[in-house]
C-alpha cells in the first residue's frame, strides 16, 4: 500500500550533509582516506570539569522527569548571563531565552511562526541548506540573496531594495557565515536591522561560528534598537 505524502514534502530533498556522510562512508569501506571538511562537528571532547558535572547530575535520582517546556531556569539565567558577558546584551531569560535541541528545530520553529502560504523569505546563497527546507516546510516561498566574493560574501542592498518585497517577512543571515567563513564587516548589522525595519522584514541571525578563529564576537541583538 503506498499512502502519498503531505504536499509540503513537494520539493524538499534529502538534507544535503547527510547524503554526503553517505557517500564518505561508502569510501571508507572500500580503505579510500576521506578528510571531512563539511559539517563543523566538534572533534573534541568537553572540559573535564563538564564531564565531571554531567556525570554527577546524571546520579541524582531527582533530575530524570520531563523538564519545563521553557528549560530550566537555572540554565536560561545562566544563558542571559552569558549573552552579556559575550556580546554586552541583556536579555529576559523569562520571555526571551529558550533551550532548544539545536538550529535546525529552532530555524523551524522561526519559519513556522511567522511564515505562511503566500509569504516570502530571503535566503542566503551559499548558505545553510536547513533555511530553504524550514521555509518550504512553513509554506512560504524562499527568495535567494546572492553572496558573492565581489560583495565580500555580504547582501547587496541596492539589488535587494529593487525587488519586489511587499510579500518578504524574514531574512535567515549568518555571521560568520557558513560556508566561506566570512565575518561582518563593521556596520553590516546595523544596516541589515535599518533594512528589517524599513520593510517590516524579521531578520534572523543563526551565529553559531561566533567564537571560532574571531577575536571580535557579535550578536546582531547588540544593535540599538534591533529587539524592538
Known amino acids: 500500500m503506498n499512502i502519498s505524502t503531505a504536499t509540503r514534502l513537494d520539493g524538499i ?19 579510500t582516506p576521506v578528510i571531512n571538511l563539511g559539517i563543523g562537528s566538534p572533534d573534541g571532547p568537553p572540559h573535564p570539569d563538564v564531564v565531571a558535572a554531567l556525570q ?9 522527569a520531563y523538564q519545563g517546556y521553557k528549560g530550566v531556569p537555572a540554565l536560561r539565567e545562566a544563558m542571559a548571563a552569558w549573552y552579556a558577558r559575550s556580546y554586552s546584551v541583556t536579555l529576559d531569560p523569562s520571555v526571551e531565552i529558550l533551550p532548544l535541541i539545536g538550529s ?4 523551524l520553529h522561526a519559519c513556522m511562526t511567522w511564515l505562511g502560504p503566500g509569504d516570502e523569505a530571503l535566503v542566503p546563497n551559499p548558505g545553510y541548506p536547513t533555511y530553504r527546507s ?5 509554506g512560504a516561498t524562499c527568495v535567494d540573496y546572492l553572496l558573492t566574493e565581489e560583495s565580500g560574501w555580504e547582501p547587496d542592498f541596492e ?3 529593487r525587488r ?3 510579500r ?3 531574512m535567515w543571515i549568518n555571521y560568520p557565515h557558513m560556508p566561506t567563513g566570512k565575518l561582518p564587516s563593521e556596520g553590516l548589522f546595523e544596516k541589515l536591522v535599518a533594512f528589517g525595519k ?10 553559531p561560528y561566533s567564537f571560532i578563529l574571531n577575536e571580535k564576537p557579535q550578536s546582531l541583538l547588540a544593535v540599538p534598537g534591533a529587539m524592538d
Not at 535546525?104 to 530555524?107: L, N, R
Not at 524550514?134 to 512553513?138: D, G, M, S, Y
Open 13 to 31: 530533498g534529502e538534507y544535503y550533509f547527510s547524503k554526503k556522510l553517505r557517500e564518505i562512508e561508502a569510501l571508507n569501506r572500500t580503505g
Open 56 to 64: 554527577a547530575q546524571a546520579a541524582r535520582p531527582d533530575v530524570h
Open 104 to 107: 535546525k528545530e529552532g530555524i
Open 134 to 138: 524550514a521555509v518550504q516546510l512553513a
Open 159 to 161: 539589488a535587494l531594495e
Open 164 to 166: 519586489d518585497l511587499s
Open 168 to 170: 518578504v517577512k524574514l
Open 198 to 207: 524599513k520593510h517590516g522584514i524579521l531578520i534572523c541571525h543563526d551565529n
